[in-house]
């Protein structure tokens, strides 16, 4: 089992509508948590940090839930441009602040 | 800032060659990341360095492969004898470690 799961996609969101994706964690000593964008063929970028109370950033939210181990990013008003990979990140402290990506989730926003 | 910088931005080799992907790091930043990624595994961190030095190399997927961070401002990551699997988009990332910023990737094809 990857330490980091997401579900690959894609996600097809008509323009305008909200879409949702979570990512699973296993390792219970993970602590903190990231959203990475990655656009075809270019390099991942930092889109968020998740916060244990959750948090938002204009169209995007990020939570986070320790008991079930999952985060989850929302997009509304979902955008043309919004159409890319997303990636989370889980690091564990624990083991000397090992860093593991998922496999990322596609999303294509649609006129 | 330029921004994390990388050569060459496309690499095609033969087998048996011997690779060398380049890395400059946005000054002043600590930490500098190399990744590597394929459509079958997806991004994978292979080692890390902080101030210089290296903190976690067991990502290296074997002794062929080896990096080095000679100074604050350079890193080269060397594959040596390249093999057909070690084609991916390597990345090389700098930053604090829970913020990374990419370098547009090196994209190799070995033969």
């Known amino acids: 089992r990857k330490e980091v799961e997401q579900d690959p996609g894609p996600f097809n969101v008509p323009e305008g509508a909200t879409v949702a994706f979570n990512c699973t964690y296993s390792?219970?000593?993970?602590?903190?948590f990231f959203w990475y964008r990655q656009d075809c063929r270019k390099e991942p970028k930092l889109l968020m940090s998740?916060?244990?109370s959750g948090n938002e950033d204009g169209r995007f939210t990020a939570q986070l839930n320790r008991a079930s181990q999952y985060i989850s990013l929302l997009i509304r008003d979902s955008k043309l441009s919004d159409s890319a990979t997303y990636l989370c990140?889980?690091?564990?402290?624990?083991?000397?602040?090992?860093?593991?990506f998922g496999g990322g989730t596609r999303v294509l926003v649609k006129p | 800032d330029a921004g994390v910088i990388q050569s060459p931005r496309h690499e095609v080799t033969e087998m048996g060659q011997e690779v060398t992907l380049r890395c400059k790091p946005i000054?002043?930043?600590?930490?500098l990341f190399w990744y590597r990624q394929t459509m079958m595994r997806g991004l994978e961190l292979l080692i890390y360095?902080?101030?210089?030095?290296?903190?976690?190399d067991s990502g290296m997927p074997e002794d062929r492969f080896s990096a080095k961070m000679p100074n604050a401002s350079f890193s080269t990551l060397k594959i040596q004898p390249s093999e057909p699997r070690d084609s991916a988009v390597y990345f090389c990332?700098?930053?604090?470690?829970?913020?990374?910023?990419f370098g547009p990737g090196t994209r190799l094809t070995v033969l």
């Open positions: 990332a700098s930053g604090v470690y829970n913020e990374q910023f």
């Open positions: 390792n219970s000593a993970s602590q903190s």
């Open positions: 998740v916060y244990s």
């Open positions: 990140v889980a690091i564990i402290k624990a083991a000397g602040n090992k860093l593991t």
């Open positions: 000054s002043g930043h600590d930490y």
């Open positions: 360095f902080n101030n210089n030095v290296p903190i976690d």
